[in-house]
């Protein structure tokens, strides 16, 4: 089993929808929890960290819960520029483990 | 002023030649990584020094060999390269008591083996 699962897509949206990527994690020492953004041919960057009771950032709300090792986010109202593939990273230690990434099209 | 560069950004070469990637970061950042990209997107680490000590070496074969003169560098030397060692190498920073999670990418570098 994989460290760190996303379902990989693609998801094709038109603009304005609201779209949910899941992920699911398998080591329980796990101690911090992001959302990346990567644009084609472009590097990672972080969307935004997330938190136990929850977190939200303008359209992006991000969920935890540690006991079923599960890690959601929420993109509300998306526009055209959302479109990217979402990673989900898992950190312990210095360890910063990525999963395979959801690959998200946000069509006009 | 780049935060963390990486060189070359492309590189085409034959199997069984040994090739080096560069990396230098000017964010002071005491922790840089190494990960690989492969063909189906998957990003994987394959070492992390801080304070140009060892701290990560995922199982990679020996023929990579990552060095870090300094803090601020961390290169990678490959040699005898094989057609699977294709894929896009990306270096990154943190700062590892802060530990955001936040991660500096370079822009990566595409290497092709032929």
């Known amino acids: 089993r994989k460290e760190v699962e996303q379902d990989p897509g693609p998801f094709n949206v038109p603009e304005g929808a609201t779209v949910a990527f899941n992920c699911t994690y398998s080591?329980?020492?796990?101690?911090?929890f992001f959302w990346y953004r990567q644009d084609c041919r472009k590097e990672p960057k972080l969307l935004m960290s997330?938190?136990?009771s929850g977190n939200e950032d303008g359209r992006f709300t991000a969920q935890l819960n540690r006991a079923s090792q599960y890690i959601s986010l929420l993109i509300r109202d998306s526009k055209l520029s959302d479109s990217a593939t979402y990673l989900c990273?898992?950190?312990?230690?210095?360890?910063?483990?990525f999963g395979p990434g959801t690959r998200l099209s946000v069509l006009p | 002023d780049t935060a963390v560069s990486q060189t070359p950004k492309y590189l085409v070469t034959q199997m069984g030649n040994d090739k080096s990637i560069k990396c230098e970061q000017n964010l002071g950042h005491d922790t840089m990584y190494w990960y690989k990209q492969d063909s189906k997107k998957f990003l994987k680490i394959m070492f992390s020094y801080n304070n140009k000590e060892l701290i990560i070496n995922e199982t990679v074969p020996n023929r990579f060999s990552p060095k870090s003169p300094d803090k601020a560098h961390l290169n990678l030397h490959i040699n005898s390269l094989e057609l699977g060692d294709s894929a896009v190498y990306f270096c990154a920073s943190s700062q590892w008591e802060v530990n955001t999670g936040e991660l500096f990418f370079g822009e990566g570098s595409r290497l092709t083996v032929l």
């Open positions: 990273v898992v950190n312990y230690g210095q360890n910063f483990v």
């Open positions: 080591n329980s020492a796990s101690q911090s």
């Open positions: 997330v938190y136990s």
